[in-house]
């Protein structure tokens, strides 16, 4: 069982910067793949970014690439996202995930691959 708690998140403006972290506990968190997805009401939960198990492996979804930047520290239990360049469609709930795959880089972007959820946190982003 992992647990995971998601800080962090707030009101930034357009063009503005904000780091999210995700706290996780439960045995072997350092074992599992991560990921964050964000949601919007209406919408499908979408994959953000990822990291693998080791730290080694990262993936991030077009609209993020060059803004975003996923990393953990496996030594703290954390996954955190620095977010640059921020924009009002980046106005969403943002949750951290886990999950153990074998094929994680193959499947990184899908929300039902993942096992445990944080609550998320809120992100708005206004001009």
């Known amino acids: 069982q992992v647990q995971l708690v998601e800080t962090g998140g707030g009101l930034v403006q357009v063009g503005g910067s904000l780091r999210v972290s995700c706290a996780g506990s439960?045995?072997?968190?350092?074992?599992?793949?991560m990921g964050w997805f964000r949601q919007v009401p209406g919408k499908e939960r979408e994959f953000v970014a990822a990291v693998s198990w080791s730290g080694s492996d990262t993936y991030y979804d077009d609209s993020v690439k060059g803004r975003f930047t996923i990393s953990r520290d496996s030594a703290k239990n954390t996954v955190s996202m620095q977010m640059n360049s921020l924009k009002r469609e980046d106005t969403a709930v943002y949750y951290c995930t886990a999950t153990r795959l074998w094929n994680f880089n193959k499947d990184y972007g899908r929300s039902t691959q993942y096992t445990y959820w944080g609550q998320g946190t809120r992100i708005t982003v206004a001009s």
């Open positions: 439960g045995s072997s968190f350092s074992a599992y793949d």
